[in-house]
């Protein structure tokens, strides 16, 4: 195997994003062949011994994609200083396996898990603008200022947060389920912004990270992406990242030449996700965390 830079053979060895294996080098954390390294350094994983914090990188060559159901009261990360339970004790599979952005400790809903840091790295990052979306309860009835409001932007911790999508979906006993659709990922953005118009969150759920669903996993599941759901999600980065640059064109010698979604329900005794489209249940195997 060629050589690459350390920083990318640690993110596709699910130690974080390419950016936060950069700081490990930095921080004089990652050593090759018993030496420290800097970045801009490379090694070939197959040959080379490549540790972080003493501890030897295993570099699996089969890559890892899951989709899980949150429950309210996990955190999603790999480890907590507080000794809360995480997404990474719900999946009882060995190695490294990185959540895809964040879903706060209060709320359920899709998270995806992966062992390959670029993709994961990628489908995190700012700039390409991947859509989410969740299903929120909120107190009282949001009026159409308020609404307007939501979508335009407001201002949260001095800076305005983004144009998202916000539509009622239906209401019961003074409460309004919400669905918000929205690319930018601040801390507890929705609660933050709902409470601050006036409509504080009693329930929210994370349905969609861009085009994968969660459809069919009880809370607690989790489940492999398929084939076609995976390529699905490479297809988001890679004709961004292969775009070709446009080259004028000069004359002269010598020149160069989606989907149904997820309606409104009752305030869930079980929060079990619906069924597909079509009534019925797949028959594909589903694994439940313990």
Request: glycine share 10%.
């Amino acid at each position: 195997m060629t050589e690459e830079r350390i920083q990318k053979l640690l993110a596709q060895a699910g130690l974080g994003s390419r950016r936060a294996c950069e700081e490990f080098i930095s921080e004089h954390r990652v050593t090759v062949n018993g030496k420290m390294v800097e970045l801009g350094a490379k090694a070939d994983p197959i040959r080379d011994v490549i540790k972080v914090d003493g501890k030897r990188v295993q570099f699996e060559s089969k890559r890892i994609y899951l989709a899980l159901n949150k429950p309210i009261g996990v955190v999603t990360t790999n480890s907590d200083e507080f000794g809360r339970k995480t997404v990474r004790d719900l999946i009882p599979i060995e190695g490294h396996l990185y959540p895809v952005g964040r879903l706060d400790a209060d709320s359920e809903g899709l998270v995806l898990l992966t062992n390959d840091g670029d993709l994961a790295n990628a489908l995190t990052h700012p700039r390409y603008e991947h859509e989410k979306e969740y299903r929120v309860l909120v107190e009282g009835e949001p009026s159409a200022s308020t609404l307007k409001a939501w979508r335009h932007g407001v201002l949260l911790e001095g800076q305005k947060t983004a144009p998202a999508k916000v539509e009622v979906t239906g209401g019961d006993r003074g409460l309004t389920w919400v669905r918000v659709i929205m690319h930018e990922g601040r801390k507890r953005q929705i609660r933050e912004v709902a409470g601050m118009l006036g409509h504080p969150v009693k329930y929210l759920q994370r349905v969609r990270v861009g085009p994968i669903r969660l459809i069919n996993l009880k809370v607690g599941e989790w489940r492999h992406l398929s084939a076609s759901e995976v390529k699905l999600l490479q297809g988001l980065i890679e004709p961004r990242a292969k775009k070709p640059t446009t080259k004028s064109t000069n004359t002269r010698k010598g020149a160069g030449d989606a989907k149904k979604t997820v309606g409104a329900r009752s305030i869930p005794k079980t929060r079990g996700t619906r069924t597909s489209s079509s009534g019925k249940r797949p028959t594909s195997t589903r694994s439940r965390a313990r």
